[in-house]
Nanobody, 128 residues
């Protein structure tokens, strides 16, 4: 049974930084891509970033490109999302996710329908 547990959320002022972590268990972490999504109140869950199992592909949403960095440590079964230059529009619950299947070394899906496993989410609030 795959389990994903996010941590690292909190309250930060605009311009600040946070690093989210996603600890995975239940299968061989290094064989699978990972993704981060977010959902603000009244809005649909949206793609933020993804990383292939090799780390060789890291697509980002346009809204976070240049500010957020996704990474993974396969030895620790953990994925990270470093968030810099945060602004109030980044306020949301952030979720990590993993797809059901393992594909190529550059498979890093941006569509949430590709993901079968989700964490419980961690709240990020950015004050102005």
């Amino acid at each position: 049974q795959v389990q994903l547990v996010e941590s690292g959320g909190g309250l930060v002022q605009a311009g600040g930084s946070l690093r989210l972590s996603c600890a995975a268990s239940g299968r061989t972490f290094s064989n699978y891509a990972m993704g981060w999504f977010r959902q603000a109140p009244g809005k649909e869950r949206e793609f933020v970033a993804a990383i292939s199992w090799s780390g060789g592909s890291t697509p980002y949403a346009d809204s976070v490109k240049g500010r957020f960095i996704i990474s993974r440590d396969n030895a620790k079964n953990t994925a990270y999302l470093q968030m810099n230059s945060l602004n109030p529009e980044d306020t949301a619950v952030y979720y990590c996710a993993a797809p059901r299947t393992s594909r190529s070394a550059f498979f890093a899906p941006v569509n949430k329908d590709e993901y079968a496993y989700w964490g419980q989410g961690t709240q990020v609030t950015v004050s102005s």
